[in-house]
């Protein structure tokens, strides 16, 4: 499904800022994986997340989504395969426009738009089912201004456009780190509804070590721009923080060193 081949991402070639953030990554997830990354900072997580979404076209290596060669394409030009949630929620949707507004932008893109913008009884009702599944009660608040819902409710919303048209893969780049723990938690509800409704495959970065290894069916780990634990199946289903760290420092020979990750134990 996802095939990464060789890839490397460095920053500022030859000069003295250069950096290598992607180091000769090669990863394969197939239909329906959901993975969950993990590692401390500047580990590349959201390198490679951004590299595969085409923010940061790479320095070296091949990207392919279901076959299709998105290596050097622009964002907008495989938006089609991609559905991203970012870790501001002011970022997936458009405050001046209302609830109903926001999803039919998400249903129709990529599609023809014809003449007119409006939206028609029958998309407004199905609108209307889908938010109802988030069970928040927006149902019944479908012309109020996104920009005047908290930010969980927002978030939520963004996790709603991004899965509406199924994604081939869906791109989780801290999506709760930014919330409450409770609206955390409401979220990532929602998450794991989506996901397993709609059999996305699915990569989500999180800094939280429960949360790697409690969602989905796929751990891994990186450090240093290199995958240092890859970890799935009942392999996974077994495993402790305490394990995981001992691992991680097995695997790439030094402690580590997230404080985030560290203080969610």
């Not at 997340?49 to 923010?55: E, S």
């Not at 949707?93 to 003449?115: P, V, Y």
């Not at 996790?159 to 801290?174: C, K, S, Y």
Request: charged share 25%.
């Amino acid at each position: 499904m996802l095939n990464i081949k060789h890839l490397r991402k460095i920053f500022n070639p030859g000069t003295p800022n250069e950096t290598m953030a992607i180091y000769d990554l090669n990863l394969h997830l197939k239909p329906g994986d959901f993975v969950t990354l993990i590692g401390g900072n500047g580990a590349g997580k959201s390198t490679l997340l951004n590299c595969i979404a085409g923010v940061y076209p790479p320095s070296a290596g091949v990207i392919t989504i279901n076959d299709n060669d998105v290596t050097f394409k622009p964002e907008h030009k495989r938006a089609n395969y991609l559905g991203r949630v970012f870790q501001d929620p002011m970022l997936g949707t458009a405050g001046n426009m209302s609830i109903a507004e926001n999803l039919a932008m998400a249903a129709r893109r990529g599609k023809s738009r014809g003449l007119g913008w409006g939206i028609s009884k029958e998309e407004f009702d199905q609108y209307k089912e889908y938010v109802s599944r988030l069970d928040l009660g927006l149902e019944n608040r479908m012309s109020v201004k996104v920009r005047l819902l908290s930010g969980g409710q927002r978030q939520a919303l963004t996790l709603l456009m991004a899965t509406l048209q199924r994604p081939d893969l869906l791109l989780l780049d801290e999506h709760t780190a930014a919330l409450d723990p409770r609206t955390a938690d409401k979220v990532l509800y929602v998450t794991r509804r989506l996901v397993k409704e709609n059999n996305l495959t699915t990569m989500m970065i999180t800094h939280n070590m429960r949360q790697a290894i409690e969602f989905g069916n796929r751990l891994i780990m990186m450090n240093h721009g290199r995958i240092v634990l890859d970890i799935e199946g009942e392999d996974k289903k077994g495993l402790e923080v305490n394990d995981l760290l001992k691992r991680f420092a097995a695997a790439s020979g030094e402690e580590f060193d997230s404080d985030r990750a560290l203080l969610s134990m």
